[in-house]
């Protein structure tokens, strides 16, 4: 059963093709909010498609296992968090004690990897690129554990199948004027792990060509493409598990609300994209360790005050 | 710390054209810009020179696809001051009013590329969206989006009709609108300033002396515009009635580069608008007979900055010489005052808004094999005193250059 939920649902196929619809999604409003006509829905599928087929080229200065490891190990550990998100949603007491700290940590590997990728290649553009991934790494990780961590205390459990069970007794978290803060932070956190404008300068094409990405190519770069692409349908399943009560099957509409939920979060992930110009790193730091790790301590404290 | 080399180009998606910077990394700071250019050089003035006189404004209006009416424009005005005439009220009017129609254009395309090297992609196609309109109204009078081939030596090349200038009309209107639109929406925005203001700051006096033109100067402070300066054409008229003003803003930074242009743009609304409300009736042409042995200048205000024509004639249908300086050829120095200490990021930024346009500039190639030449001054002079020689050899007399 492991096996099958890893690699076909709610792991890996499943996430795969999640995933990419969603990165479809996301291309297809940017482009009517850019007066175009956008892609059709299978154009991700054909792009990874077509990046698995083509040629890997490795840097001449590349450290070789690093640089191929690197992608294959973010692909996974994406599939794995897919797969722990799905199987606790769907049965909440089949987590374990701590697991939202492993959710966590889980949820950094893919950034981890693309930095350890990206120095191995040892190429200029990206050991640049990899340098902005970790100062951003560093940056959005302070706010997204505050915010966590409210939620730990206010639904006093570490499990995440406790979360979601707290909230199906006392209301969403978001409900409430700490859960709304909070929201707002863990969104624009979501929004720098999936790498997306404003917070997009580790990659900025008009700057680094691609940055971290850019000495990857063929099957590698697809596996990096297709471990973000399960990360944009992880993340947000994650939002919702936290903040909204998460997916419930058993519930009638269950479904239904999880999928408009689901697509309001996309949404405004891809709104958010249209409307802002790419941050300078630096601005990006102050931003998080700023004003964003403020407003999540405020939340925190409301949270305790019970507000 | 340890400098870093960081390549970009010559191939680049930040680069429209192939031209290689390379910047010198301390962490994420720019420390000094070196550039090589030279990947794009036509021999432009060396093909005008087998040409006739009447063909070389489709030349010349090949040099830049963008103010593809710039060139010809200053190669007329050359070509007049060196026969001493002028073209009739209309032909004048119509060649300023493509003009105009040109920077309008190519204001918006630059505003749409500033937005996508910052990631706002949104604006990028928003602009060019709105840069259509005009694209539209120039096909309508002329017959082309692009290349208007609409000066010819002694007047226009075309008439326009009044029913291309209605819609003409139109469209301004409605650019007018999502200019300023643009101007509330995206030059107010909070995170815009945070990403443009104080960047690339270049001072009047570097303004002045790197002889930076057009909007790159004038937002430092530099009221330096050929249409006021030294007026041609219909530009005397209309600053007469306060048709128009010159934009001069203080600051010098991008901010300021990017709020020029945008002001710019409504500036030569309400200046086309003007002309054509204003367009005299009559000739559109003077006819042009042999022209004579001498020379001439002409110098037109590029969206670019000041373009400047030199021709040659020795009496025969052909120029003997032609020189083109592009206004970027001055503008692109000015990297060397503004970018030193700024973010890789910024830097970026900073060298696109000169909106360089290195094709138009570029006026020699060295060739050579597996190696890397740099030229000094001294080859250069070297090099522009042979040929010289060579000319005076050709046309038979003698200028009282020094011997080297």
């Known amino acids: ?307 | 710390m340890k400098k870093t080399i960081l390549p970009i180009g010559p191939f680049h998606p930040l680069l429209e054209e192939p031209e290689f910077f390379t910047l010198y990394l301390e962490g994420e700071t720019v420390v000094k810009v070196d550039l090589r250019i030279g990947y794009n050089h036509r021999g432009h003035e060396k093909l005008a020179t087998g040409l006739t006189w009447d063909q070389v404004p489709f030349l010349v209006e090949r040099i830049c696809g963008i103010c593809s009416t710039s060139h010809p424009y200053a190669y007329v005005l050359a070509v007049e001051d060196l026969l001493d005439i002028k073209a009739p009220p209309r032909g004048q009017y119509i060649r300023s009013l493509i003009g105009e129609m040109e920077r309008i254009h190519s204001h918006l395309l630059w505003l749409g590329l500033a937005g996508h090297f910052i990631g706002y992609n949104t604006v990028w196609m928003w602009a060019w969206r709105y840069r259509e309109e005009i694209l539209d109204a120039c096909e309508k009078l002329t017959g082309n989006r692009n290349h208007y081939a609409m000066c010819r030596v002694g007047g226009a090349r075309r008439d326009v009709t009044q029913e291309a200038m209605d819609f003409t009309m139109q469209s301004l209107d409605s650019n007018e609108r999502s200019t300023t639109m643009f101007l509330g929406a995206i030059v107010d925005d909070p995170v815009m300033h945070k990403r443009l203001k104080g960047v690339g700051v270049l001072t009047k006096e570097d303004a002045i002396a790197y002889a930076a033109t057009g909007p790159t100067s004038r937002p430092s402070g530099v009221r330096w515009d050929v249409r006021e300066t030294d007026p041609y054409d219909a530009y005397g008229a209309s600053l007469k009635a306060k048709a128009w003003d010159v934009i001069v803003l203080e600051e010098g930074d991008v901010f300021a580069k990017a709020a020029a242009r945008v002001l710019e743009v409504l500036e030569s609304i309400k200046l086309c608008r003007w002309l054509i409300e204003n367009m005299p009736d009559g000739e559109i042409d003077v006819k042009v007979g042999n022209i004579p042995e001498g020379e001439g200048c002409g110098r037109h205000e590029a969206p670019r900055g000041e373009v400047f024509h030199y021709v040659r004639s020795d009496g025969s249908n052909k120029p003997i010489r032609h020189k083109v300086r592009a206004p970027t050829f001055t503008n692109l120095p000015t990297y060397k005052a503004s970018c030193p200490g700024e973010q890789i990021a910024d830097v970026a930024l900073i060298t696109a808004a000169i909106d360089p346009c290195y094709c138009c500039t570029e006026r020699v190639g060295v060739v050579t094999r597996n190696r890397r030449n740099t030229l000094t001054q001294d080859d250069l002079v070297k090099l522009s005193v042979e040929k010289t020689l060579e000319i005076e050899k050709k046309i038979g007399r003698r200028s009282n250059l020094a011997k080297i």
């Open chain 1, 1 to 307: 059963m492991e096996v099958f939920n890893y690699l076909v649902f709610p792991g890996f196929l499943f996430a795969t093709v999640a995933g990419l619809l969603t990165w479809w999604l996301d291309r297809k409003v940017t482009a009517r909010v850019q007066y175009r006509v956008g892609p059709p829905w299978y154009q991700t599928f054909a792009d990874v498609v077509k990046l698995m087929g083509k040629e890997v080229l490795i840097p001449e200065n590349a450290r070789k296992t690093g640089f191929l490891l690197a992608p294959i190990v973010a692909l996974s550990a994406s599939a794995l968090v897919a797969t722990m998100i799905g199987v606790f949603n769907m049965n909440w007491s089949a987590g374990f004690v701590g697991d939202i700290i492993v959710f966590w940590y889980i949820l950094t590997i893919p950034s981890i990897m693309l930095i350890l990728g990206a120095a191995a290649s040892g190429g200029p553009l990206s050991s640049v690129g990899s340098s902005r991934e970790i100062k951003m790494l560093l940056a959005y990780e302070v706010p997204f554990i505050i915010v966590i961590t409210m939620i730990i205390f206010k639904a006093d459990t570490l499990s995440f199948g406790g979360i979601i069970k707290y909230q199906a007794g006392h209301g969403p978290i978001l409900y409430s004027v700490s859960g709304v803060i909070g929201f707002i932070v863990a969104l624009l956190c979501v929004q720098a792990k999936l790498g997306l404008v404003p917070f997009d300068a580790p990659e900025a094409e008009t700057e680094l060509g691609g940055g971290i990405l850019y000495d990857y190519s063929g099957a590698a770069l697809g596996a990096f493409k297709l471990a973000k692409a399960m990360l944009f349908y992880t993340l947000p399943i994650f939002m919702i598990s936290l903040f909204w009560g998460g997916v419930q099957i058993g519930n009638g509409l269950g479904i239904l609300w999880a999928v408009l939920k689901y697509l309001l979060i996309i949404v405004l992930i891809t709104l958010i994209r249209n409307t802002n110009p790419r941050l300078r790193i630096d601005q990006i730091m102050k931003f998080f360790w700023g004003k964003l790790t403020l407003l999540a301590i405020v939340a925190f404290i409301l949270s305790v005050l019970g507000i």
